[in-house]
Structures are given as structure tokens and as C-alpha cells.
Nanobody, 123 residues
Framework: QVQLVESGGGLVQAGGSLRLSCAAS????????MGWFRQAPGKDREFVAA????????AYADSVKGRFTISRDNAKNTVYLQMNSLKPEDTAVYYC????????????????WGQGTQVTVSS
């Protein structure tokens, strides 16, 4: 079992920045593709970003490309999401997820999920 714990969410003004962290338990972190998803009230969960096992490849939703950066530190079993130039429409619960089998941008491809951290962007 892989346990994922998100942190770093909070309240920020539009144009500001936050860095989310996701800490994983165990010693198999580097075997997983890691992703970030988000869900706003009344909305479906949507893909935000993903990073490969080595950290050499990344993918982003068009809505966050150029503003968000995903990274990982396998020695610390941690994945990060640096969020810059935040907009009110970024307000959502952000979830960290782990994908053992492959690479993808749909939630059904991910095997483990954190409980989420709230990000609120005010105007």
C-alpha cells in the first residue's frame, strides 16, 4: 500500500504563488509516475500535471502550462507542484496520485490517491 499526504495548500491572492508537496510512504516511490489532479465544487476531477519516474518527462494541462511546474525528489519520496501566477479559477482541492503501470492524464489510470489539500485563490 502506498500512502500519499499532500501539504502546502492555503489561501493566496490572484497572481501569487504556492508550492504543494506530496509525501509518499514506503521505498518504492521511484517506481511510480506521479500526477496532480484537482476538483472544484460541482466539477469533475481534472488532470493538472504528471511527471515520469526519473523526473525527466513532464506533462501539463493546457490551463496551467507555463504557470505550474511539477518536480520530484526521489531521495525524499516527495513530488511537488509549484504554482505561479495563480488565478481564481485555480481554486480547487488538489490531489496527489501515483500510477504504477504507466503514464497518463486520466484519473482511472492512477492507483493511489492522497486525501487532497485545499487551494483558494482570491481576486
Amino acid at each position: 500500500q502506498v500512502q500519499l499526504v499532500e501539504s502546502g495548500g492555503g489561501l493566496v491572492q490572484a497572481g501569487g504563488s504556492l508550492r504543494l508537496s506530496c509525501a509518499a510512504s514506503g521505498r518504492t516511490f521511484s517506481r511510480f509516475t506521479m500526477g496532480w489532479f484537482r476538483q472544484a465544487p460541482g466539477k469533475d476531477r481534472e488532470f493538472v500535471a504528471a511527471i515520469s519516474r526519473s523526473g525527466g518527462s513532464t506533462a501539463y494541462a493546457d490551463s496551467v502550462k507555463g504557470r505550474f511546474t511539477i518536480s520530484r525528489d526521489n531521495a525524499k519520496n516527495t513530488v511537488y507542484l509549484q504554482m505561479n501566477s495563480l488565478k481564481p479559477e485555480d481554486t480547487a482541492v488538489y490531489y496527489c496520485a501515483a500510477n504504477y503501470a504507466g503514464w497518463g492524464n486520466t484519473s482511472q489510470e492512477y492507483d493511489y490517491w492522497g486525501q487532497g489539500t485545499q487551494v483558494t485563490v482570491s481576486s
